[in-house]
């Protein structure tokens, strides 16, 4: 039967790094890294909360989609609000949530060493800049951790400090976890 592993966590916290590494491990699964996507559905992104239900609720139903077609799916995205989260959960019946917990100094230390991409680079402090100052940064939305709290999920399945263990390590103990529950 097919699975969903959903890689949640603060921006910088190593969601992307792990789920790479988890990816290496595993058979017949689809990766939906949100950052590489979100244009599929919204064409100019403006990060607004309306905008960010839209994201959500499609890539929700992108994953529950390529679980009917016999696919596993890894979803990587820091989906901030528990509803997005759970919303997936309810489409999808074998379905891991995975939090990649990172203090948020370590986060904005990661976060701001990457350059442009997927992402506005240097976004922590950008918005703590914002926060102090009232300047303006075009394309900058509400940052997680900074501008809206992460809703953790008080029944998630899995826990993973990214700051004390490594990323081959975070991706066997998840491998670990799916051959517990008999999925691979």
């Known amino acids: 039967m097919p699975f969903a592993v959903w890689m949640t966590g603060l921006p910088g916290s190593g969601k992307s790094t792990i789920a790479k590494e988890l990816l290496n491990q595993l058979d017949n699964t689809e990766y939906l890294r949100l950052d590489a996507i979100r244009k599929k559905y919204v064409q100019q992104p403006k990060f607004t909360d ?20 016999g696919k596993n799916v890894l979803f990587d995205a820091t989906a901030y609000r528990r509803i997005w989260r759970d919303n997936a959960r309810s489409q999808i019946k074998d379905f891991l949530e995975v939090y990649v917990k990172c203090p948020i100094e370590k986060c904005a230390e990661r976060e701001g060493s990457r350059g442009e991409g997927l992402v506005m680079a240097d976004m922590y402090r950008k918005a703590l800049e914002r926060q102090r100052t009232g300047k303006q940064f075009e394309g900058l939305g509400s940052v997680v951790g900074i501008d809206v709290p992460f809703e953790e999920n008080s029944d998630v399945e899995m826990i993973i400090d990214s700051d004390k263990i490594s990323p081959k390590e975070a991706a066997k103990a998840v491998l670990d976890q799916l051959k517990k529950k008999g999925w691979i």
């Open 50 to 69: 309306e905008e960010r239900e839209l994201v959500y609720s499609k890539f929700a139903e992108e994953g529950a989609e390529l679980i009917k077609q």
